[in-house]
């Protein structure tokens, strides 16, 4: 309890999946959180869900592809929250399945947009407000996609390569101001990315479900709230001195 009180935050993507699980997490630590999604009526019914309980929280719709619109929302939920000491660029999209000899251009460019200029113009517009407070933390949402092969989905990959080195880049550059930048690298999570992927690509969603969860040495698939913590320790003081970090919660995917 209460390791984000006093901070405000604001979460892409926030509406369901890991996302959601971050945005809960963090107002249950003492956050005001913004959720910033697409998902209108997921993510307004969140913020009313929270709000009930006693957390400040509220929706935009944003999609972080437009970079005006991201400006705009961030703009507001720091005039409403009192600032924003917390960026958590978790928005993605997985792309369709398919080996790189069938991808097309306009594929390609739209897991760009959403993974890594998303990314960017989050980080980008939530610098000013977080030099306006004398620091920050930026939690960027990478995957073990980042760090090795899985194979069939080449556009992912390189977003979330990108979002890696992008992440070490603004963590040296931003250090000095106080401002943190890690990213983290989640295995599969159970979300409805993963259930729509697997859906895609097997016949069986339950066999599929086991065999996704079996490529992790602990055997299972992880969930939205293994992500969650995560973001809350990267986002609190107790992480003060860690900058530039690639978190892997994979339940031992990439320790082989
Ligand atoms: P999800 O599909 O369940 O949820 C993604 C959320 O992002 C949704 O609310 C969606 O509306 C929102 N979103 C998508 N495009 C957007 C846009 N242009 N603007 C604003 N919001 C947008 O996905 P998830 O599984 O919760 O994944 C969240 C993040 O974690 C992604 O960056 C993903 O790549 C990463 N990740 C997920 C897994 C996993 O196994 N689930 C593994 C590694 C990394």
Known sequence: MNRL?????????????????????????????????VMQAEGEALARELAAEGHEVAFWRVDVTDEAAVKAALDAAAARFGG????????????????????????????????????????????PHMRKAGGGSIVNLSSIAGLVGVGGVSPYHASKGAVRLMTKNDAITYAAEGIRVNSIHPGYIWTPMVENHLRATSPDLEAAKVAAGSVHPVGHMGEPDDIAWAVVYLASDEAKFVTGIELAVDGGYTAR
Not at 14 to 32: P, Q, S
Not at 92 to 97: F, R, Y
Request: a positive charge.
């Open 5 to 37: 009180s006093g901070k405000t935050a604001t979460v892409t993507g926030g509406a369901i999946g890991i996302g959601r699980a971050c945005v809960e997490r963090m107002a249950k630590e003492g956050a005001k959180v913004a959720i910033f999604d």
């Open 84 to 127: 924003l000491n917390v960026m958590v660029n978790n928005a993605g999209i997985s792309g369709a399945p398919k080996p790189t000899d069938q991808v097309t251009e306009e594929e390609w460019d739209r897991v760009q947009a959403v993974n890594v200029k998303g990314v960017f113009f989050g980080t980008k517009h939530a610098i």
